[in-house]
């Protein structure tokens, strides 16, 4: 009875989910909607897709193209349902069904379709990124550079120019998830400073500039220090004229992984 019962529950779910397949958008183009929609995506989904929606450890929403479909019904599915073989949870079991609607309003709200103006060189921004901006030290791209920063071998593809320009701006504006500072200072006066890996209570990971992983107990060391800022320069404006500063974002902005590149 109970595995009859779970196969029936199983079934109605996937037939609501069907069902809504093919319907539209109750709250299309509703202004109020998008902000209520806004302040549900701050709130549930910008660890991922960043705080407007440019991208971070998940897609750029702002593009106007969803690999998952483009009608407002796919959008749907995949908030609801997640995303297969991808960070993407499903949201169905915590949202309400007008909740997903208004999330869908709210991408539609600041998703753009025009192309974007790339006018630097990639070939000298890719000079610049492993020569004069030394990026590579700490961010990796496929199998080469660093790890202590966030790896953009996908910038292109999950961050806008807008997003990705101002990362090299001004760093602070907005942190990568999962990257603070730690600062460490231990029993004999050593202060160790690196990128989070592990924070709680009672203890504390990270990684060094020289990519050397240390953990700590806090009870055995004389101050633990989390700071949400970037280790990462903040000189890049005045380390790259604008032409250059163009050649690099050109650069990272063709970084769409290695099966992409390859075509």
Partial sequence: MRRFRCLWVMGLMTAVCAAQTGKKNPLAGDPRAADEGRMMFRGSC??????KAEGGRG????????????ADADLYNVIANGSAGTEMPEFGSRLEEENIWRLVTFLRSVARREGVAITGNRAS?????????QCGQCHRVQAQGGRMGPDLTLAGRQRSLAYLKESILDPNADLTPGYPTITVVTRDAKTIVGTQRGFDNFSAQLMDAGENFHSFLKSDVRSVKREFRSL????????????ELNDL???LHSLRGLVEEKK
């Fill in 46 to 51: 910008s660890l991922c897709h960043g705080i």
């Fill in 125 to 133: 921004g890719e000079k610049l990124f492993w020569g004069k901006g």
């Fill in 59 to 70: 897609p750029d929403l702002t593009l106007g193209t969803f690999s998952v479909g483009e």
């Fill in 232 to 243: 990462m320069p903040d000189n890049y404006r005045r380390l790259f004229p604008e032409l």
């Fill in 249 to 251: 974002l050109a650069y």
